[in-house]
């Protein structure tokens, strides 16, 4: 995959791999796709995960507002039955996701 760059950012680049810090320009791009990748990963677990909570702490406080006036009545026998209910409706984490 031909790729042209300005020659000031090639010579940034080449300026690396003669440094040591790549082998290649090749691996230089291969490793800043990886990196971007990665980020991008991240940001869509992080808002994935951040709708779940929002409308997870909804549904808490409507939850709490209707128990403090006695108009609720829980699908729950113990807190901990909610708690394990809670914990199965979780998004999956992505494991890359939380070495960030």
């Known amino acids: 995959m031909p790729i042209s ?4 950012l090639d010579r940034k680049i080449e300026k690396q791999v003669r440094n040591g810090d790549y082998a290649s320009k090749s691996e230089y791009l291969r490793e800043l796709a990886r990196e971007d990748l990665d980020r ?3 940001e869509l677990e992080r808002k ?3 709708k779940f909570y929002t409308k997870l702490d909804r549904d808490l406080f409507e939850s709490i ?3 403090k006036q006695g108009k ?3 699908p729950f026998k ?3 039955d909610g708690i394990k209910f809670l ?3 979780r998004p999956k984490l992505n494991r890359r996701a939380i070495k960030k």
């Open 40 to 42: 991008t990963e991240t």
């Open 48 to 50: 994935k995960h951040s």
């Open 5 to 8: 760059l300005p020659k000031a």
């Open 72 to 74: 609720f009545y829980g």
């Open 78 to 80: 113990t807190a901990e």
């Open 87 to 89: 914990h199965s409706r």
């Open 65 to 67: 507002k209707q128990y």
